[in-house]
């Protein structure tokens, strides 16, 4: 019997390893790639030597129109309508801008003086990195005709040279990881070559915090109720076995009971397709997951604690308050932890909640939003094969973000074992 479970141990392990070794596979790889403009002809210098000054002053020198768009997009965080006759000083905020300009108005320039006092403050307050991708989306307009997987790349790379040279003439064949700091916070778009994912990341972001908030109290008070108040009797035994069974609803279920309560019924409430209508309905898609988990963690106290509090005269919220719960509190955060990693891979819930396509970040919990999730699915159907590419990128930062929640969360959950120990 040993063998058998020793077996399954393996064979689970195998295939964890292929999934993400095909998820690997398909984020890296040679490109056949042509550029609008050729970069070594912008500066005496590679672009990737230049500083941040020197690459502001090279979308000076060739879209000097944009660049107000650019300041506007990348630096002002105030209402687009109000930003030319916003200051210099109050566009950049807390950022770096010059005496001289910090109480001008751009309209009140003229329109050669606006453009370089735009790229001075774009050079001061932006990173080399990020003028670099402008450069690229503005000037170089870098075009992707082909891409290979990482093991073609490997093993044919002969082969692939000979296709590009006959089928893609004047491309270059270059290495490139479709997973980079640029395509996490780039804004999403229609085109696979110049996509980024940060609407999907802050949306997640934002629905994991909101469905933290309210799930975990909604199910901890009602895992304490059913364990320390509730007495023996028909309607409370029914109550447990249909939390039980909820666990094992298909979570497209609740996607439709969230957009027909949450999106249309209370739209005053929630404002529709918003990321507070998102959370809600993510928390009950989890809140069976986390009173299972927590009643089990209040089952787990030794009943001589609750004795010794009686005994000492305490009621009996101050032994759940002082004594229980925080006994409890490890094996709850452990059921929380499931409960969100749950959450952040679901996708069917979120059908009519979320958007697939969207260009604003979210702002608030009214918001509209994607997610993660969504936008795999989205770029998989897609008919331009480049999208795959970015759809496992996608999965990597997903499974990256779901690691690092979970290790917060287990480094939060030692921390109470360690205080009550």
């Known amino acids: 019997m040993q063998r058998l479970y020793f077996g399954s141990l393996v064979i689970a392990i195998i295939v964890l390893i292929l999934l993400l070794a095909n998820v690997v596979n398909q984020s890296f790889g040679l490109v056949a790639q042509r550029f609008a403009v050729d970069p070594d002809t912008l500066a005496s210098n590679p672009l990737d030597q230049l500083s941040a000054p020197e690459l502001a002053q090279v979308l000076l020198e060739n879209v000097p129109r944009r ?44 329109e050669a003086q606006r453009n370089v006092a735009f790229a001075e403050v774009l050079g001061a307050n932006l990173s080399q990195e990020q003028l670099f991708a402008l450069v690229d989306f503005e000037i170089i307009k870098t075009e992707i005709d082909k891409g290979w997987p990482l093991h073609e790349s490997l093993l044919n790379r002969a082969a692939i040279e000979a296709e590009v040279a006959a089928d893609y003439p004047g491309a270059e064949l270059v ?44 199910g901890v008070g009602a895992a304490i109720y059913l364990e320390e108040y509730a007495s023996d009797n028909w309607f409370n035994r029914l109550i447990e076995t249909n ?8 979570s497209i279920i609740y996607g439709m009971l969230g957009l027909t309560i949450f999106v249309r019924t209370l739209e005053g409430v929630t404002g529709g397709r918003s990321i507070f209508a998102g959370a809600l309905t993510m928390s009950l898609l989890i809140l069976p997951v986390i009173i299972i988990n927590a009643r089990e ?13 009686y005994g000492l005269g305490a009621t009996r919220w101050q032994t759940i308050s002082r004594q229980v719960f925080p006994s409890a509190l490890p094996g709850m955060l ?3 932890i499931l409960g969100l990693s749950r959450a952040i891979g679901e996708t069917a819930p979120l059908f009519g909640i979320a958007s697939t396509f969207i260009n604003t970040d979210p702002t608030s919990p009214f918001s509209r939003f994607t997610v993660l999730p969504m936008q795999i699915y ?9 999208f795959r590419f970015n759809a496992s990128a996608t999965i990597i930062l997903l499974l990256v973000i779901l690691l690092t929640m979970n290790s917060v969360a287990i480094v939060l959950r030692n921390r109470a074992v360690n205080q009550r120990a």
């Not at 105030?78 to 807390?94: L, Q």
């Not at 994912?197 to 909101?210: E, H, S």
């Not at 939390?243 to 298909?250: D, E, K, Q, S, T």
């Not at 989205?378 to 480049?386: A, R």
């Open 378 to 386: 989205s770029w998989t159907g897609q008919p331009s094969e480049l």
């Open 175 to 218: 290495f490139k990881s479709w997973l980079s700091p640029r395509f996490v916070t780039s804004p999403l778009s229609s085109k696979p070559v110049e996509t980024g994912i940060r609407q999907a990341v802050l949306g997640t972001i934002w629905l994991l915090g909101m469905t933290v908030l309210i799930a975990f109290p909604l």
């Open 243 to 250: 939390i039980r069974n909820l666990a094992g609803v298909p």
């Open 297 to 309: 963690a209040l089952r787990a106290v030794p009943s001589t604690i609750r004795e010794a509090s």
């Open 67 to 110: 660049l107000l768009v650019i300041a506007r997009d990348n630096l002002y965080t105030g209402d687009p309508a109000n930003f030319t006759s916003t200051t210099f000083g109050e566009i950049v905020g807390s950022g770096t801008v010059s005496d001289e300009l910090r109480d001008v108005i751009p309209k009140d320039l003229a």
């Open 334 to 336: 452990t059921g929380t």
